[in-house]
């Protein structure tokens, strides 16, 4: 099938590209439109996006790559700057992931933010949203990936603050832009570092050249981690994340699943081989801190997208622990399941959502999981998706999930017993990676027993269990994406999948098979175990009371998000506005007052140059102009109307005349 | 015999009286008069210098004027009946201009 496409992959790739781009404009153009027409034609070009996507993704995997340039501008006779498209196999995975979860999101929103009065604009954003992702995922240079890397931090801070009548989602947005500023400072640093070290920031020229030892290398390898650290909310960078659930649900599914942290870790694999060994031990480090963190703060969280938002955190975390130990194929493959569980997991929340919305229960927060309980009675199909998926998330067998996190734990072990010599480090990154497995089956169990199992326990006044086909196809094919089903012959064995023969390390197929065998049943016990304990404590619900001891430490922490954002304000955001009042200080009392003399003073100057111009300059012209009057005035008078002074004027010459010819006679 | 100057002298002053009541009046009639008095001191100027002359073509000039005068007059006085009935006025001053 896909060789009639061959040769024509940099026109499907462009075309890729722009739909969304003509979506957004299309929706910007025809903003008073009903519903259904702005709906159903965003939802068409996504779709067809997706078709695109995916014939141009089975070319790129089963043919060659292709990398096409064409010159952007040039500086002088040598120095050219070209910008095209690299198209791999990574593209090509990512490129069916982005656009596939962008159509079921399309698909999934269009019920979701029915009567929503600014429907237009949310699925314009949505293109722009998914138009930027793809284009990080296409460009050949590292300054084109940036500048799609930033429209991606733009558009999530539009969608984020989608609602902007809600003081809360204002400043989530702009904490989301902003905390990705202070990490894409560091990206700009790595970019201008490779164009000084490499005269390039091609990655067909980058990837041959590869990694040089050589300390500016090193750093800027840490600037693409701080970029990475902002996109993907790593440590110390995570505290956006949260917060972020202040968009309409589909945007976090959307963010969370495919655009926008994907990002992160796609850069990470796309530049991995230009990273030096000791960045590649920071990114383990932090990755496992993150994933230890987002575990701990997702197990007392109460609103289910915070839960979902933390667990991302975490999952972020395995991903760039992968590419930190070397499994990168573990890392993609993670990626794209991560991709379809963590998408169907935000959709059956909003359907969760949705349904709660529906039940005019305005006593309580439509979000919190204390109101919800029992809901497999109402929305069955609903639970079945959000059980695969957690199942999945948890990491238990013929799960996607399961053999995607296997691999990067196989990774993390093999790592760990490589680098024994680094003692304390490499057992707390084993530690944290393998604790966390066990949190997460911790905390996706209490979730989905706090919202689907026991009794309702808010007031219901709609039982309907009725939700739109529009809601829960999306679903079904996302849970269907949830199992092994997509992505491997054998549901235990990670190695036998496509994607880790498409992506894997040469360090993990040097990987002993007997590791295999041993890291799974390690997973798998901590995963369980992690069910069983979740299940005693929340078996039956009861109202939480505060406890004492390490619980209650433990407890607090979660809460809190581990009271980063308590330090950020003491430390940093304090300090910023310090400095902006002193700074505010300076300008009212110093610049301010010198602005003020230099107006005055120019009043000053601009009234004396007035008033001369009045009574110098004018004077002149007037004077000049009443002359000529005057001279105009006498000569007129002469001939004027009046006949008496006509025959005067005319008596008076004659008797000049006279005058003058008698003396002129009669002086001889 | 009433020597010449004694004629040219009052003809004189016939005449600048004349011009003066022209040059100062406002009344077009009197203009007009002052028009005759000059015409009559030129008339007297004419007779004297005729009383020393053997032919009498000053005597018949004078006739003329007094006949042109007259004829002067009738036109002037209709020209000026008209004007007024027009202008509602007959100073001068106030009839400054020809278009309707």
Redesign the interface.
């Known amino acids: 099938m896909p060789d009639i496409f061959q040769g024509h992959e940099l026109l499907l790739a462009l075309t890729v590209l722009l739909i969304p781009l003509v979506s957004f404009v299309i929706m910007t153009l025809m903003k008073g439109r009903s519903e259904r027409t702005l709906g159903s034609i965003a939802t068409t070009l996504s779709g067809i996006t997706f078709l695109i996507a995916l014939i141009l993704s089975l070319n790129l995997i089963i043919g060659d790559n292709v990398y096409q340039q064409i010159q952007w501008f040039a500086l002088g006779a040598e120095l050219t700057f070209n910008v095209g498209v690299f198209l791999d196999e990574l593209t090509g995975v990512m490129l069916t992931v982005v656009t596939f979860i962008a159509f079921m999101v399309h698909l999934f929103s269009k019920n979701y933010m029915s009567g929503d009065k600014e429907y237009g604009r949310y699925f314009g954003l949505l293109g722009l949203f998914t138009f930027s992702m793809l284009g990080i995922v296409i460009a050949d240079n590292l300054l084109l990936l940036f500048i799609f890397w930033e429209l991606v931090g733009f558009s999530s801070y539009l969608l984020i603050g989608f609602w902007y009548e809600k003081p809360s989602a204002i400043k989530a947005s702009k904490k989301a832009f902003i905390v990705n500023r202070i990490g894409d400072l560091g990206f700009v640093i790595a970019i201008m570092i490779f164009w000084t070290e490499y005269g390039t920031v091609d990655f067909s020229i980058l990837h041959q050249v590869g990694y040089r030892d050589s300390f500016w290398v090193g750093v800027a390898g840490l600037g693409l981690l701080g970029g990475v650290m902002g996109k993907s909310a790593q440590f110390p960078l995570q505290v956006w994340l949260p917060d972020a659930m202040e968009g309409p649900t589909p945007v976090s599914a959307l963010i969370h699943a495919a655009t926008m942290v994907a990002a992160g870790i796609f850069l990470l694999a796309r530049v991995f081989v230009l990273l030096s060994p000791q960045v590649l031990d920071v990114i383990t480090v932090i990755g496992a801190i993150t994933a230890f963190m987002g575990a701990i703060a997702a197990i007392r969280q109460y609103d289910i997208k915070k839960v979902l938002a933390f667990s991302t955190i975490s999952q972020l975390g395995y991903m760039v622990m992968g590419i930190g130990v070397g499994a990168t194929g573990g890392a993609v493959f993670h990626l794209v399941t991560h991709a379809f569980f963590k998408a169907c997991l935000f959709l059956s929340a909003g359907a969760v959502i949705h349904w709660m919305h529906q039940q005019d229960n305005h006593k309580t927060n439509d979000q919190d999981m204390r109101s919800m309980g029992g809901l497999r009675k109402y929305l069955p199909i609903v639970f079945v998706t959000f059980l695969i998926s957690a199942m999945s998330l948890a990491g238990l067998p013929l799960m996607s999930g399961f053999l995607s996190k296997d691999a990067i734990l196989t990774g993390v072990y093999q790592w760990t017993l490589d680098h024994s010599h680094y003692g304390f480090v490499a057992i707390l990154v084993m530690t944290l990676a393998f604790g966390s497995v066990l949190l997460t089956g911790y905390y996706m169990t209490r979730q989905v027993i706090l919202v689907f199992v026991g009794e309702v326990r808010s007031k219901l006044s709609n039982e309907s269990k009725r939700l739109p086909m529009g809601m829960t196809i999306p679903l079904i094919l996302l849970a269907t994406g949830a199992t092994w089903l997509l992505f491997s012959t054998n549901p235990m064995d990670p190695t036998s999948s496509w994607l880790m023969t498409l992506f894997s390390s040469d360090f993990e197929q040097a990987i002993p098979h007997n590791i295999h065998s041993m890291v799974f049943k390690i997973a798998l016990i901590l995963s369980l175990l992690g069910i069983g304990l979740s299940y005693m404590k929340f078996r039956k619900y009861v109202e939480t009371k505060s406890s004492v001891g390490l619980t209650s430490i433990v407890n607090q922490i979660s809460t809190n998000n581990w009271y980063l954002d308590k330090i950020y304000d003491v430390t940093f955001v304090n300090a910023m506005l310090k400095l902006s009042s002193f700074a505010r200080m300076m300008e009212v009392h110093l610049i301010d007052r010198i602005v003020n003399y230099i107006g005055i003073f120019q009043v000053i100057l601009s009234r004396v140059i007035g008033w001369s111009d009045r009574h110098v300059v004018d004077g002149i012209v007037h004077l000049t102009t009443s002359a000529v009057y005057g001279v105009g005035k006498i000569a007129k008078s002469a001939q004027g109307d009046n006949a008496q002074r006509y025959i005067m004027t005319a008596l008076i010459s004659i008797i000049f005349i006279a005058g003058g010819l008698a003396f002129y006679f009669f002086k001889y | 015999m009433i020597p010449i100057e004694h004629f040219l002298i009052l003809a004189g002053f016939l005449f600048l009286i004349g011009?003066v009541i022209?040059?100062?009046k406002k009344n077009a009639i009197m203009?007009l008069i002052g028009i005759e008095l000059m015409l009559n001191g030129a008339n007297l100027n004419l007779i004297s210098f005729s009383a020393s002359d053997p032919n009498i073509g000053g005597q018949m000039f004078a006739l003329f004027v007094i006949l042109i005068a007259a004829a002067e007059a009738a036109v002037a006085l209709a020209i000026i009946l008209n004007v007024y009935k027009y202008y509602r006025t007959s100073n001068?001053?106030e009839i400054?201009?020809i278009k309707p």
Do not use: E, M, W
């Open positions: 011009f022209v040059i100062t203009v001068v001053d400054n201009q």
